[in-house]
Structures are given as C-alpha cells and as structure tokens.
T-cell receptor
Framework: NAGVTQTPKFQVLKTGQSMTLQCAQD?????MSWYRQDPGMGLRLIHY???????DQGEVPNGYNVSRSTTEDFPLRLLLAAPSQTSVYFC?????????????FGSGTRLTVV | AQKITQTQPGMFVQEKEAVTLDCTYD???????LFWYKQPSSGEMIFLIY??????QNATEGRYSLNFQKARKSANLVISASQLGDSAMYFC???????????????FGQGTRLTINP
C-alpha cells in the first residue's frame, strides 16, 4: 500500500547510545518532515526537507540530525540519546504546490531512552 | 507565541449530540491553511478536514465541518451526530505561507481529548 513507512515501531535505548529512525514514502512527495509527540505538547516539528539534498530545522532540532539523499527516504538520527528524547516520533510527507493540501503521516515510532 | 491554541483539554459528549472543538490561531501571513486531525488510541494521525485562508465557504466532509471565522482567527471543528468511534484526540494545525522552496511548516495545537458517552 502506498504511504509513509516508519521503522522500527518500538525502540528502547540506553542513554548515550545512537540510533536512526527510518522513514520512507513511495508517493514521490517532495516534502518530508519529522515530529515528536509528548504528552500535553501536541506535535512539534524537529526537521523537514523539501527535496533531496535540502533540509532545514524545525521547532525542536537539538539532538537530532537528518539527511535527504533520495526523494523516498528521510532518516532521523539520534547521536547521543538522552531521556528527554523519550517520545513518539512521526514522519509526515506531502507533495508541494497549491493543488495538494494533505499531509500523510506514518504510524509512529515509540522511543524510550533509559 | 503560541500559533495554535486549543483551550479544551478534554470534552465529554453524549452519543448522537453535536460537538464543537475550539481552535484559534495566530499568523500575519495572508496565505495559510488550517487542518484538523484525529488521533485514536491506536496512535495514527487521521486527516479530517482542510480550510484554506482564501476559501469563501466553510469546509465540510461528511459529519465534519469547519466553522471558519477569519476575522476572529478561529477554526472550530463541528462533529454532527457524534458516535462512540469519535472518541479520540483531536488536533488543530496550521500551515503558513508558500515559500519559494515550497516549505510550509505544519504547526499543531496541544489537542483536545474527546470522549463520547453512550
């Protein structure tokens, strides 16, 4: 099925470990983004990209790195995991242009840092 | 400054009643879009309805309608004839502007937890 695929769905890390959250879409969407969702905080934008080779920071970028080498993939890297990064992470994509409004979300990755 | 404000942390409604979820927004950009998403307990984000800042009429999608009051900067979601399956978190979100590179960040409110009672 077409859509946004996030892996893994669940992950437990120890403080100081690193990992990469994967996000892939097969809709040829130019725009991709990462959000984190914390209780009572809604979704906050971490990083986003408008195409291969182009990334920019969102509202809460510290502690996270991204790259966009292909249109399909937009991985999120945690280099030194901290307990404050315990959260649910969502990847979202959309096609650019006024004619398209909808964002497609992945099913989320629940990350716990102990 | 908070861009999207949802003042109702939780709401309880009887089944079959209509419910209004409040959302106010803050932007100086004349071109923006407003979204409502539903997040059930399973966690996925489900798109419900969209309203563009230049749209003349309020958006409707089945039982969902958006009460768009531009001068008041409000975009309330109205759910008619509520059902038990409507119990979920509801998020209001805004996309601002259209930049040359196409980047339009989507900013979310804190959400309202809606519970439908039988």
């Amino acid at each position: 099925n077409a859509g946004v695929t996030q892996t893994p769905k669940f992950q437990v890390l120890k403080t100081g470990q690193s990992m990469t959250l994967q996000c892939a879409q097969d809709m040829n969407h130019e725009y991709m983004s990462w959000y984190r969702q914390d209780p009572g905080m809604g979704l906050r934008l971490i990083h986003y990209s408008v195409g291969a080779g182009i990334t920019d920071q969102g509202e809460v970028p510290n502690g996270y790195n991204v790259s966009r080498s292909t249109t399909e993939d937009f991985p999120l890297r945690l280099l030194l995991a901290a307990p404050s990064q315990t959260s649910v992470y969502f990847c979202a994509s959309r096609a650019l242009g006024r004619g398209n409004y909808g964002y497609t979300f992945g099913s989320g990755t629940r990350l716990t840092v102990v | 400054a908070q861009k999207i404000t949802q003042t109702q942390p939780g709401m309880f409604v009887q089944e079959k009643e209509a419910v209004t979820l409040d959302c106010t927004y803050d932007t100086s950009d004349p071109s923006y879009g407003l979204f409502w998403y539903k997040q059930p307990s399973s966690g996925e984000m489900i798109f419900l309805i969209y309203q563009g800042s230049y749209d003349q009429q309020n958006a409707t999608e089945g039982r969902y309608s958006l009460n768009f009051q531009k001068a008041r900067k409000s975009a309330n979601l109205v759910i008619s004839a509520s059902q038990l399956g409507d119990s979920a978190m509801y998020f209001c979100a805004m996309r601002e502007g259209l930049r040359r590179d196409g980047a339009q960040k989507l900013v979310f409110g804190q959400g309202t937890r809606l519970t439908i009672n039988p």
